[in-house]
């Protein structure tokens, strides 16, 4: 399985030559396995992703998280949505008020988008994320309900026996007097547990955190916390906040990687790992 970050920051898109390195364009998660190509939401970051993919034909799914723009605001910018050759599959939270055509076709159609959902040029099926574990290829996804505003999913991929856990966007220490809570009253936990890779939320400082209760995020501390309790093998820190400069990101970074436990990353634009 090989996992590429296009996008890692959260909120809204934040370019400029203070987040060069960690990059400035929203969440998009490449992953491949032998026989799928999967992408984990499509905040802007998945503009730069659809130029590589010019030349694909076939199938190609995306996996959304949840639909606040910056996990969506990519998606009419993606070139393979209007290449004939290809048959899209567009993943995404269940509802109980709308479908999920309903809830995108709010955004992609006028005023606030050109092009709407039912132009686009792909073969495009819409799928509700379901309760049991489905697969796509030779990958096994199990998507669950996560704690952040709206209706959430966190995912867990396993293929070629590795295993990648997804939760940019997360707040499992919400109403805890404590975290972390034990394993079966943690938002999220069974979708990290033991995994590869986790790339999680880590948006906000220790000090930011108490003045962003309930906004849906994690500090970088909780974030540690959990991929401790979850015994992952990787930890990569990720949906960072806009305000948040790179020197920053390489200072709140630097102080997780002196502990024992996982190894810590810095989500950056273009990062790449191959899980073998």
Known sequence: MIVRLWGTRGSVASPGPETIRYGGNTACVEVRTDDALLVLDAGTGIRRLGTTLR??????????????????????????????GVELHIW???????????????????????????????????????????????????????????????????SGGRTLAYLPDHEPALGAPSFPLSPDWTSGHRLAADADLLIHDAQYTEAEYPGHVGWGHSSLEHTWAFAVQAAVRRLVTFHHDPSHADDQLDDLVTHLQGRDGPEVIGGREGLGFSLV
Do not use: K, N
Request: with cysteine; aromatic share 8%; hydrophobic share 35%.
């Open 55 to 84: 030349q694909h034909r076939g199938r190609i799914d995306i996996l959304l998280t949840h639909l606040h723009l910056d996990h969506l605001q990519g998606i009419g910018f993606f070139e393979p949505c209007f290449q004939p």
């Open 92 to 158: 995404g939270p269940p509802s109980t008020t709308q479908d999920l055509r309903e809830r995108l076709a709010r955004y992609l159609s006028p005023p606030l988008f050109p092009v709407r959902l039912r132009d686009l040029g792909s073969r495009v099926s819409l799928h509700d994320v379901p309760a049991e574990p489905f697969t796509i290829g030779s990958a096994t996804v199990s998507g669950e309900a996560v704690i952040h505003p709206g209706p959430t999913v966190g995912y867990r991929i396993s």
